[in-house]
Each structure stands twice: as C-alpha cells, then as structure tokens.
C-alpha cells in the first residue's frame, strides 16, 4: 500500500498532482514554471527573478549536493515553492551544511517530491505557465475545490511590479569578488578603477561579485532610485540588474529614470529585468511568453559576430524587437525560438542582455559582457 499523500500540486484548469510534502508546510499561490538546468538548484530557489513562482525542476536529482551559504544568490530563498520528481535525499557533497529540505522548512518555502514532472513540463510547454497553488500537509487533508478556485482567482504576474518588494531598502556597497577554488570569495581591494552604481531590481549576488571582479567600485541602490539620487555617487557607469515581476509595471517608475541617465555620457549594462527596462527607456515593448525560458542550456547567437553563446536564462516576458526603434540595434537572438536576447545603442556606450553571463553555463562564453563595460568606462575616461 502507497504512502498517503501529503502534499499537492492544483492547477488553475483543474488538474491536480499528488506527491509528498517537504520543506515548510502551508499553501502558496503562484505561477508555474520549469527549469532544465542539472545543477544550480539552490542558486536557482535564491534568484530573485523568481519571485511568485513554483520551479518544476526537470532534472531528477534535487538535492543531492545539499546547501552551501556560498551558493546563495540572496539571503534567502524568493521563489515560491518546488516540484521535484523525486523526494530529496541525505546531501552527499563536502560542501554541504545542511540538507534541502530542512533548509527549505526553516526559510518557509515548499517542496513536493514524487511528482511526474516529465507531465507537468509538456503540460507547461503546451498550454503556457499556469496559475497554481502548492500546498503541503502532513496530515494530508486537502480542500481541492478551494485550492482550484484560489488559483483560478490569482491574478497573475501581468501587471505585477515585484522589483520593489525584492530590492534592497537602502543603498550599500557591494565588498566581494569573484570565488577562487581553494581561496573562496576574492576580497575587494580598496581602490578600483570604475564607479558604478547598481540598480536592484532583484540583483544576484553573482552579478554584483562580477562587476566588482571587472574593477568595479560597486554601490547598490533601490529599485525606486531616481536619476538625481544616482548621480549623486558620481557613477562612471550604471548598470541595472535583473528581477521579477512585469517589466511594464516595474517601467512605471523605472523609465522615466533610465531616460534621465540616457541623455547623460554615461556606460549602462543591463541583464535580464534590467535589459528589459532599458527597452522600455528607448521606445521599445515588451510581451508576455507562453512558459518562459528558463535553464542552462539556451543557445544564444551574437547577431554581429555569428558566436553562439550558451548561456542561462530565467525570464517569462521578453523585448519584442519588432519595437525596437530606429538607432537601436538587436545584437543577441534566442536560437530556440527567435527571440530577442540583446540590444545596443548606436551612437553610445549603452547596450543589454537578457541572459545571465554571471551563472557562466558555457562556462566563460559570456565574461566578455563584463569587460565590455570595463571598456566603455575606461574610454569614457579617457
């Protein structure tokens, strides 16, 4: 006789998956979304541009390296919940502190194993991320027509400006570097050559610990930040990071201040959320994807060098490069589907990513993002 349920998966349309309940306990409403990376599953949960969202993790084996604090993306896990095929493991990894699902218990996020995530993930592909609703009990009790009808009546990510709620309050600045086998961390030297003022919109750590390795003076601030504010630490260069939510909504406030820096003689470097908000900024639109992109393996080609780039990606809305305006130039396609992975300003030092160059699934296909910045502030300089 099979273990009774303890936790379930309700879809907007219905469908329901069982499984076995770990991590917190509790219900979350969210969206739904798949990742096919093989590793990286902590970074992943700590990545910020998952703010309400479930990740179904295509990969089978969640788990089994355990938790490190070193492979945060930020203090604590943002996205809502996981769906893993099969139920985590004891950690074997010299590395680990702890096990996954006591880690996730303690930081309140749920988790269900046991799942037919190969289903869920065509069920994804083919109808587009549904709104779901994850609940976990471990006396197994569950209301399936209200969960169906909570999810039903979520509103979903359109509209959702979640940038606020993941950016930091205040500014601070930014003192580590990149990890070194056998060193971890590399310190900050007290002097670097570029100024930069980062704007979190839900910045991974690994984003700030590469600017700071391409000799930046990293100082973050607020997404709300204005132009005034930001110019104010005398930047040589802004870069804006990536994030959650809808970029039309984060835009709201956003846009007007990337104009403001736009008509100043200053380098900007945007990745993902931050690619997104510098489309908006010069004219362009953004649309919501049926499912998203979301993992390690996503083949990106340089439209004007022909290089294909293997890069990670996590974004479910993209820049529609049919809007981009005249004196804008695509500079990076999605070689899965044709969509738009980059732009640049023709007449100035200004130019974005949708991808993420820090997470270096190729491994080091796209570091050379970061020494383009590198360069543009020091030719600004000179």
Known sequence: MGQKPTACLALADGTIFYGQGFGATGEVVAELVFN??????????????????VVTFTFPHIGN???????????????????VKWDPTEPSNWRATSDLADWMARRGRIGIGGVDTRRLTRAIRQQGAPHVVLAHDPAGNFDIAALVARARAWPGLVGMDLAREVSCAQSYRWDEGLWQWGQGFAPIED????????????????????????????????????ADEI????????????????????????????????????????????HQMLALALGAKTVKMGHGHHGAN???????TGKVEITSMNHGFAVDAQTLPEGVIETHVSLFDGSNCGLRVADRPVFSVQYHPEASPGPQDSAYLFERFAE?????RR
């Open 36 to 53: 096919t990376a093989m590793t990286g599953y902590q970074e992943i949960m700590t990545d910020p541009s998952y703010a309400a969202q």
């Open 231 to 274: 110019l104010a630490h005398d930047p040589e260069g802004v870069f804006l990071s990536n994030g959650p939510g809808d970029p039309a909504a984060t835009g709201e406030y956003a846009v007007p201040m990337i104009q403001d820096l736009l008509e100043r003689d200053l380098p900007i470097f945007g990745i993902c959320l931050g």
């Open 191 to 226: 002097q670097r050559p570029f100024r930069v003022v980062a704007v979190d919109y839900g910045a991974k750590r690994n984003i700030l610990r590469s600017l700071a390795g391409s000799g930046a003076e990293v100082t973050v601030l607020p997404a709300t930040a204005t």
């Open 298 to 304: 996503h083949p990106v080609r340089d439209v004007e």
């Open 376 to 380: 543009a502030m020091a030719a600004r």
């Open 65 to 83: 390296t355990g938790i490190t604090p070193e492979d945060d993306e930020a203090p604590d896990p943002v996205a809502a919940g996981i769906v």
